[in-house]
């Protein structure tokens, strides 16, 4: 089984960035497609951004493109999402999640979650 641990959330000012991590253990990274998941209070989970085994695809939910970069350092076992120009709809608990070989946008097919990090954007 993989275990995934979130860190570099936090406060920010509008249109300031932050970079996550996740950082991968008990599982053999490379053959794991990974995903952002956000989740506001009172709202459900939502795809962020993906990105599949070998990092050559990546794929952003519209409301963050041009903003935010999914990454991934297979050496390290971790993956990266750059947050850039933050807004403060931006707010949410950010998580990770892993997936058998196929990267997807569909949270009910990631076996696997980080514990999440807290992301807040002020105005």
């Known amino acids: 089984q993989v275990q995934l641990v979130e860190s570099g959330g936090g406060l920010v000012q509008a249109g300031g960035s932050l970079r996550l991590s996740c950082a991968a253990s008990g599982g053999t990274f490379t053959r794991y497609a990974m995903g952002w998941f956000r989740q506001a209070p009172g709202k459900e989970r939502e795809f962020v951004a993906g990105?599949?085994?070998?990092?050559?695809?990546?794929y952003y939910v519209d409301s963050v493109k041009g903003r935010f970069t999914i990454s991934r350092d297979n050496a390290k076992n971790t993956v990266y999402l750059q947050m850039n120009s933050l807004k403060p709809e931006d707010t949410a608990v950010y998580y990770c999640?892993?997936?058998?070989?196929?990267?997807?946008?569909?949270?009910?097919?990631?076996?696997?979650w980080g514990q999440g990090t807290q992301v807040t954007v002020s105005s």
């Open positions: 999640a892993a997936n058998y070989v196929y990267v997807t946008r569909a949270l009910g097919e990631y076996d696997y």
């Open positions: 990105i599949n085994t070998s990092g050559g695809s990546t």
